[in-house]
């Protein structure tokens, strides 16, 4: 089996899971609807403040809560699990991308409902152009939050303080998404160039993504 | 006398002269006597990115060779870089609200990209934290400090990226924008603490490196009557 054929399939089974479990869908995205809605209460209902800050909150709220989308449960392997992968030789590298590809994909459909729950809570002016720079910030900051996500999810397995402790260091390491989806969002919204942010933003995934697959044996051997 | 000791002994005496150069410096026209901070500040921040930076080759390291000494100077390294990034952030903010007249300036992206710095490697000090054997715990954290170096570049040319109150290096390529006797301060102390920084890295892979006796002589003697550790017992 090729490694993209495993990387399909590790994928298919991780979303499968998911769509069983429903964690995504089901508990962090309403969690991450209710902060959404939290914001303008903590702001004193100023309505100027709150059309100001749209953006800024879904950044904020979309990492904080994406990231959890990276650690959910179906991304993380019972013992019996990654023996099995171990004994059918599955890469190391595969089972990154794998992985990936589905948190990626998660997270992606978790930022859109976000965004599009952010525009109609907080009305930002934003010109109708910004479509397109919102959906493209918002797929590479998936992929990044899912690559961390990952990363972090295999360091901190089987560890007491697990959840907590990805969060430490899943959060301060997704700030350059956050400086570039946040920057392409405001230079579209006043129409300057966003080529700088956007270049940001993959330049991150790509690093994540080389350390990830580099790292994948160490990975999986750090956690046998 | 143990080599770190050597190079704390030399290590008092370089910064005594940094010391004796950045007070006999003259001052800046504009900031005064303020702007002798820098002696403090420019070498705490350029220790962090050494640090972080010797941190992911001991990582790197480790993975490759599986040597414990990569690991305890990885750790060593990870633990200046901290204290030393601390001591950049308070300097920092103190010159800020001497200088700019506020000591956090949340449009100032040099300043935030240095604390999610210190806040990256925070959470690789938690983690080595968390973890009990010595094999696990090297394992994880080399992979962690090989990929939180990442954040290193980002501070660095924060300023080149972004309008910032934070001005760009001094010294650049072309030459530097500082008087001599200034400059020669620095520089004599970014040295000083350059060994500094050898000497408690140095200290604290010693130190490591008996604990780590320590926990074996123990493991040997008292493995049949030990009970067994809460993080031994998994679930249950």
Same mark, same amino acid.
């Given at each position: 089996?090729?490694?993209?054929?495993?990387?399909?399939?590790?994928?298919?089974?991780?979303?499968?899971?998911?769509?069983?479990?429903?964690?995504?869908?089901?508990?962090?995205?309403?969690?991450?609807?209710?902060?959404?809605?939290?914001?303008?209460?903590?702001?004193?209902?100023?309505?100027?403040?709150?059309?100001?800050?749209?953006?800024?909150?879904?950044?904020?709220?979309?990492?904080?809560?994406?990231?959890?989308?990276?650690?959910?449960?179906?991304?993380?392997?019972?013992?019996?699990?990654?023996?099995?992968?171990?004994?059918?030789?599955?890469?190391?590298?595969?089972?990154?991308?794998?992985?990936?590809?589905?948190?990626?994909?998660?997270?992606?459909?978790?930022?859109?409902?976000?965004?599009?729950?952010?525009?109609?809570?907080?009305?930002?002016?934003?010109?109708?152009?910004?479509?397109?720079?919102?959906?493209?910030?918002?797929?590479?900051?998936?992929?990044?939050?899912?690559?961390?996500?990952?990363?972090?999810?295999?360091?901190?397995?089987?560890?007491?303080?697990?959840?907590?402790?990805?969060?430490?260091?899943?959060?301060?390491?997704?700030?350059?998404?956050?400086?570039?989806?946040?920057?392409?969002?405001?230079?579209?919204?006043?129409?300057?160039?966003?080529?700088?942010?956007?270049?940001?933003?993959?330049?991150?995934?790509?690093?994540?993504?080389?350390?990830?697959?580099?790292?994948?044996?160490?990975?999986?051997?750090?956690?046998? | 006398?143990?080599? !770190?000791? &050597?190079?704390?002994?030399?290590?008092? %005496?370089?910064? /005594?002269? =940094? @010391?004796?150069?950045? +007070?006999?410096?003259?001052?800046?026209?504009?900031?005064?006597?303020?702007?002798?901070?820098?002696?403090?500040?420019?070498?705490?921040?350029?220790?962090?990115?050494?640090?972080?930076?010797?941190?992911?080759?001991?990582?790197?390291?480790?993975?490759?060779?599986?040597?414990?000494?990569?690991?305890?100077? !990885?750790? &060593?390294?990870?633990?200046?870089?901290? %204290?030393?990034? /601390?001591? =950049? @952030?308070?300097?920092? +903010?103190?010159?800020?609200?001497?200088?700019?007249?506020?000591?956090?300036?949340?449009?100032?992206?040099?300043?935030?990209?240095?604390?999610?710095?210190?806040?990256?490697?925070?959470?690789?000090?938690?983690?080595?934290?968390?973890?009990?054997?010595?094999?696990?715990?090297?394992?994880?954290?080399?992979?962690?400090? &090989?990929?939180?170096?990442?954040?290193?570049?980002?501070?660095?040319?924060?300023?080149?990226?972004?309008?910032?109150?934070?001005?760009?290096?001094?010294?650049?390529?072309?030459?530097?924008?500082?008087?001599?006797?200034?400059?020669?301060?620095?520089?004599?102390?970014?040295?000083?603490?350059?060994?500094?920084?050898?000497?408690?890295?140095?200290?604290?892979?010693?130190?490591?490196?008996?604990?780590?006796?320590?926990?074996?002589?123990?493991?040997?003697?008292?493995?049949?009557?030990?009970?067994?550790?809460?993080?031994?017992?998994?679930?249950?």
């Amino acid at each position: 089996m090729s490694f993209w054929h495993q990387t399909l399939e590790l994928a298919r089974v991780d979303l499968t899971v998911e769509r069983r479990l429903g964690e995504t869908l089901r508990i962090i995205a309403p969690f991450a609807l209710v902060a959404l809605a939290i914001f303008p209460l903590a702001m004193g209902l100023r309505l100027t403040l709150v059309s100001e800050m749209g953006t800024a909150v879904f950044w904020a709220v979309g990492v904080l809560f994406g990231m959890q989308v990276g650690l959910r449960r179906s991304s993380s392997d019972d013992r019996e699990r990654r023996d099995l992968h171990a004994l059918l030789g599955v890469d190391p590298s595969a089972r990154f991308a794998g992985r990936v590809l589905a948190g990626s994909l998660l997270t992606t459909i978790f930022l859109v409902v976000l965004f599009l729950a952010m525009t109609v809570l907080y009305g930002p002016e934003l010109p109708e152009s910004a479509v397109l720079g919102a959906t493209l910030a918002i797929i590479l900051a998936a992929v990044g939050l899912a690559e961390l996500g990952t990363i972090a999810g295999e360091i901190t397995w089987g560890l007491r303080d697990r959840t907590a402790l990805a969060s430490l260091i899943v959060a301060p390491l997704a700030i350059p998404l956050v400086i570039g989806g946040s920057q392409t969002l405001q230079a579209m919204a006043g129409d300057t160039g966003i080529l700088p942010w956007v270049l940001l933003m993959i330049t991150t995934d790509l690093a994540l993504a080389v350390a990830g697959v580099a790292l994948a044996r160490p990975l999986e051997e750090a956690t046998r | 006398m143990t080599r !770190a000791r &050597a190079f704390l002994g030399i290590a008092a %005496l370089a910064l /005594a002269v =940094g @010391l004796w150069m950045a +007070m006999t410096a003259p001052p800046d026209a504009l900031q005064g006597v303020f702007s002798r901070i820098i002696n403090v500040h420019v070498p705490s921040l350029w220790l962090a990115f050494l640090a972080f930076a010797v941190t992911a080759i001991g990582s790197v390291m480790w993975l490759w060779s599986k040597r414990p000494r990569w690991d305890r100077l !990885a750790m &060593a390294s990870a633990e200046v870089g901290v %204290l030393f990034t /601390a001591i =950049g @952030l308070v300097t920092g +903010m103190i010159w800020g609200q001497r200088v700019w007249g506020t000591a956090w300036d949340w449009g100032d992206p040099r300043l935030t990209t240095t604390a999610v710095m210190f806040f990256v490697y925070l959470g690789y000090l938690a983690l080595r934290g968390a973890i009990d054997d010595p094999v696990v715990r090297a394992r994880r954290s080399a992979i962690l400090g &090989a990929v939180a170096v990442v954040q290193v570049p980002l501070v660095y040319f924060s300023v080149y990226m972004f309008r910032t109150l934070h001005q760009i290096p001094s010294i650049r390529p072309d030459g530097s924008t500082m008087p001599r006797e200034m400059l020669m301060a620095m520089l004599v102390n970014v040295a000083a603490f350059t060994i500094l920084y050898v000497a408690l890295v140095m200290a604290r892979m010693e130190v490591a490196a008996a604990e780590e006796s320590a926990s074996d002589a123990e493991a040997m003697a008292g493995a049949v009557v030990r009970p067994p550790r809460l993080s031994e017992v998994g679930d249950v």
